[in-house]
């Protein structure tokens, strides 16, 4: 079965199973987000595909990668440089997601969300897509890459850390009932390049 997988660079058709993806990758996070835009009588998952099928912008499917199999799509990952927010930027940021922006590594490809369906997983596909978020961010230039974990997602944590990831910092998490982890941490990941093997 890994052998019939391509990873591909997603297309604007893929946006409904990116936005199904990002609901698995972001434990609560992206339907909390999503929740709060202005779209009376769509579905999470309309919102969530409206959203990635914007084009020219970070939050896009053009910054998604996905495993294919005969055109079904069995996982993605999602990432981009992470850049120095705009000093002059008044908004205050929501109380929820503040964890989240402190947690930035400027110059690192950060990874905004990486799934599988479940029946797809344990199959080494998930690797395959990291390599290739990896050859992405080799090809940019950028010499780590980045993402942030729950620390109660003790699984997701573990493998980061066997594929070479190591903790850079963490915040508290703030509390909603969207969230899957309501307490604990928020941990940010970095993966230097230059690593034998990375």
Same mark, same amino acid.
């Given at each position: !079965?890994?052998?019939?997988?391509?990873?591909?660079?997603?297309?604007?058709?893929? /946006? %409904? =199973?990116?936005?199904?993806?990002?609901?698995?990758?972001?434990?609560?996070? %992206?339907?909390?987000?999503?929740?709060?835009? =202005?779209?009376?009588? +769509?579905?999470?998952?309309?919102? *969530?595909?409206? &959203?990635?099928? &914007?084009?020219?912008?970070?939050?896009?499917?053009?910054? /998604?990668?996905?495993? =294919?199999? %005969?055109?079904?799509?069995?996982? !993605?990952?999602?990432?981009?440089? !992470?850049?120095?927010?705009?000093?002059?930027? @008044?908004?205050?940021?929501?109380?929820?997601?503040?964890?989240? %922006?402190?947690?930035?590594?400027?110059?690192?490809?950060?990874?905004?969300?990486?799934?599988?369906?479940?029946?797809?997983?344990?199959?080494?596909? *998930?690797?395959?897509?990291? @390599?290739?978020?990896?050859?992405?961010? &080799?090809?940019?230039? +950028?010499?780590?890459?980045?993402?942030? /974990?729950?620390?109660?997602?003790?699984?997701?944590?573990?493998?980061?850390?066997?594929?070479?990831?190591?903790?850079? =910092?963490?915040?508290?998490?703030?509390?909603?009932?969207?969230?899957?982890?309501?307490?604990? @941490?928020?941990? +940010? +990941?970095?993966?230097?390049?230059?690593?034998? *093997?990375?």
């Amino acid at each position: !079965m890994k052998e019939d997988v391509q990873i591909r660079s997603a297309r604007l058709e893929d /946006c %409904a =199973d990116i936005a199904r993806l990002f609901l698995i990758s972001s434990e609560g996070l %992206a339907e909390y987000i999503w929740s709060r835009i =202005d779209l009376p009588g +769509l579905s999470t998952i309309e919102i *969530g595909a409206r &959203r990635y099928a &914007r084009e020219g912008t970070t939050f896009s499917y053009e910054n /998604c990668l996905v495993a =294919d199999r %005969a055109g079904d799509v069995l996982g !993605m990952v999602h990432g981009f440089p !992470m850049e120095a927010q705009s000093a002059d930027s @008044d908004d205050s940021p929501d109380p929820v997601l503040a964890p989240y %922006a402190e947690l930035e590594d400027i110059g690192s490809f950060y990874l905004s969300g990486v799934a599988l369906y479940p029946q797809y997983r344990g199959l080494g596909i *998930g690797t395959r897509l990291l @390599d290739a978020a990896r050859d992405r961010a &080799r090809a940019l230039g +950028l010499e780590r890459l980045s993402l942030i /974990c729950f620390e109660r997602n003790q699984q997701a944590t573990r493998l980061y850390l066997r594929l070479g990831y190591v903790e850079i =910092d963490r915040r508290a998490i703030v509390s909603h009932p969207a969230l899957r982890y309501r307490d604990g @941490d928020a941990v +940010l +990941l970095v993966r230097p390049l230059d690593r034998p *093997g990375a």
